[in-house]
């Protein structure tokens, strides 16, 4: 089939290029380096010691204080090496004054005054030389308020081994539930798989509608579509291109797909070395949310992807696609915002409604099927749906292509593309 020639043609002509193995296989590498050595440095910078000298005002308070800020870090060092200062309200004028001079001159990291009525202000006031070191004042702000809290139980006369007994956190565990009952936990890992799908179907309609349409572009400026045209009907010759397209970004996708896994894997078996659950690291979610997500990929890829290529028949440059195709991405952007919408009210009568309409369904869709259980019959209608309007859209692309081949200079305004329309 004629249809089959021009897919291997655009599919060749894209993969055995060095750009696509260098996109394929050299980005992800350069990701992953840029993300191991971020991780690094941040690993570097919270591993350090904070030498603070303190300023304690509040009589009784600086036990519960050493003894909340005694943690260490992932090196065994201190997190806070204290250096108590003593001071009173008529000195303190005089002791911070000396002790900003010792800041500057780096003997200090910072000093921390507490002030005397500590317990029922619960406020403090750290001075420091590095106010950009975010991670220093958040565990200083968390162990004070713990040191409060237990300053005020001890005040209140319960024992050390009932304030013991108080200590500590709360976990809640999130359970969603299912259509059979029952459930499983649940703690965000659903909204993060949801928002990593999401953004590769926003990036890839974006990426690769782009290549369709300056692929179109091209063949138009340089006239091979001509040549293309006395083999191959338009309509063929745009399906296929189309399809073409969407088979080199699968190919790709693959390639970072296994890539993802391997990643992966090797994080899950070091967490599993660790002695963690792997479970708790790995999201439950329904086996319909990946084929819909397979399904409307494929369909939202299709559909934008003849959108971009009308774009490339109409114009005839580089510059007039870029301003052509604005408001297209625009409405793709847009999409994430009824996506957060969907998100929280995924079954209410706005949320059924956008997600049928085709230009909407291949990203809302997949959101309702994620964090509901939308009834099957509209799933597969939006499918039906979206392929209808790729196949009506490809259409109108192919009879545009076929007069936009033949003009060039001005774009087109809308009456003179329904006359193209009316003349092909």
Same mark, same amino acid.
């Given at each position: 089939?004629?249809?089959?020639?021009?897919?291997?043609? =655009?599919?060749?002509?894209?993969?055995?290029?060095?750009?696509?193995?260098?996109?394929?296989?050299?980005?992800?590498?350069?990701?992953?380096?840029?993300?191991?050595?971020?991780?690094?440095?941040?690993?570097?910078?919270?591993?350090?010691?904070?030498?603070?000298?303190?300023?304690?005002?509040?009589?009784?308070?600086?036990?519960?204080?050493?003894?909340?800020?005694?943690?260490?870090?992932?090196?065994? =060092?201190?997190?806070?090496?204290?250096?108590?200062?003593?001071?009173? =309200?008529?000195?303190?004028?005089?002791?911070?004054?000396?002790?900003?001079?010792?800041?500057?001159?780096?003997?200090?990291?910072?000093?921390?005054?507490?002030?005397?009525?500590?317990?029922?202000?619960?406020?403090?006031?750290?001075?420091?030389?590095?106010?950009?070191?975010?991670?220093?004042?958040?565990?200083?702000?968390?162990?004070?308020?713990?040191?409060?809290?237990?300053?005020?139980?001890?005040?209140?006369?319960?024992?050390?081994?009932?304030?013991?007994?108080?200590?500590? /956190?709360?976990?809640?565990?999130?359970?969603?539930?299912?259509?059979?009952?029952?459930?499983?936990?649940?703690?965000?890992?659903?909204?993060?798989?949801? /928002?990593?799908?999401?953004?590769?179907?926003?990036f890839t309609l974006l990426l690769y509608g782009v290549v369709v349409m300056r692929a179109v572009t091209e063949e138009k400026t340089?006239?091979?579509?001509?040549?293309?045209?006395?083999?191959?009907?338009?309509?063929?010759?745009?399906?296929?291109?189309?399809?073409?397209?969407?088979?080199?970004?699968?190919?790709?996708?693959?390639?970072?797909?296994?890539?993802?896994?391997?990643?992966?894997?090797?994080?899950?078996?070091?967490?599993?070395?660790?002695?963690?659950s792997v479970a708790a690291y790995i999201p439950h979610l329904p086996g319909l949310l990946y084929i819909a997500f397979f399904v409307?990929?494929?369909?939202?890829?299709?559909?934008?992807a003849s959108i971009y290529a009308a774009i490339g028949a109409v114009v005839s440059s580089d510059q007039e696609a870029q301003q052509?195709?604005?408001?297209?991405?625009?409405?793709?952007?847009?999409?994430?915002?009824?996506?957060?919408?969907?998100?929280?009210?995924?079954?209410?009568?706005?949320?059924?409604?956008?997600?049928?309409?085709?230009?909407?369904?291949?990203?809302?869709?997949?959101?309702?099927?994620?964090?509901?259980?939308?009834?099957?019959?509209?799933?597969?209608?939006?499918?039906?749906?979206?392929?209808?309007?790729?196949?009506?859209?490809?259409?109108?692309?192919?009879?545009?292509?076929?007069?936009?081949?033949?003009?060039?200079?001005?774009?087109?305004?809308?009456?003179?593309?329904?006359?193209?329309?009316?003349?092909?």
């Amino acid at each position: 089939m004629k249809i089959l020639v021009v897919i291997q043609r =655009e599919l060749l002509t894209r993969v055995r290029t060095r750009g696509f193995l260098f996109f394929t296989i050299g980005i992800p590498v350069i990701a992953a380096a840029f993300l191991f050595m971020e991780y690094k440095i941040v690993r570097a910078s919270q591993n350090v010691s904070s030498n603070i000298a303190v300023v304690n005002l509040a009589p009784g308070f600086y036990p519960s204080l050493a003894q909340a800020l005694r943690g260490k870090l992932d090196n065994g =060092e201190p997190e806070f090496v204290l250096h108590r200062i003593a001071a009173t =309200e008529a000195t303190l004028p005089a002791v911070e004054a000396a002790l900003r001079t010792q800041v500057l001159a780096k003997r200090y990291d910072g000093y921390l005054v507490v002030p005397a009525d500590v317990l029922a202000a619960r406020a403090a006031v750290y001075h420091a030389r590095n106010t950009a070191a975010v991670a220093v004042r958040e565990g200083l702000q968390s162990h004070l308020g713990q040191a409060v809290n237990r300053a005020r139980m001890a005040q209140a006369g319960l024992s050390a081994a009932q304030i013991a007994g108080m200590a500590g /956190g709360f976990k809640l565990n999130q359970v969603k539930v299912g259509l059979l009952g029952g459930g499983r936990t649940d703690n965000g890992q659903s909204a993060i798989v949801v /928002g990593v799908l999401i953004f590769a179907l926003f990036f890839t309609l974006l990426l690769y509608g782009v290549v369709v349409m300056r692929a179109v572009t091209e063949e138009k400026t340089s006239r091979i579509a001509e040549i293309l045209l006395s083999a191959v009907d338009p309509f063929t010759l745009m399906m296929g291109k189309i399809l073409g397209v969407a088979a080199t970004a699968l190919v790709q996708l693959a390639v970072w797909a296994a890539l993802l896994a391997l990643a992966a894997g090797y994080g899950l078996a070091m967490v599993k070395l660790g002695g963690a659950s792997v479970a708790a690291y790995i999201p439950h979610l329904p086996g319909l949310l990946y084929i819909a997500f397979f399904v409307f990929f494929i369909l939202g890829f299709l559909l934008y992807a003849s959108i971009y290529a009308a774009i490339g028949a109409v114009v005839s440059s580089d510059q007039e696609a870029q301003q052509t195709q604005a408001p297209l991405t625009m409405a793709l952007a847009a999409t994430f915002y009824l996506a957060i919408f969907v998100m929280a009210h995924p079954g209410s009568r706005v949320s059924v409604v956008l997600s049928l309409i085709p230009f909407f369904a291949p990203i809302l869709m997949v959101v309702r099927v994620a964090v509901s259980h939308p009834p099957l019959w509209q799933v597969l209608l939006a499918m039906a749906l979206c392929l209808a309007t790729f196949l009506g859209c490809t259409r109108i692309t192919a009879k545009i292509y076929r007069v936009g081949m033949l003009m060039t200079g001005k774009r087109p305004t809308l009456p003179e593309l329904l006359r193209w329309l009316k003349y092909a």
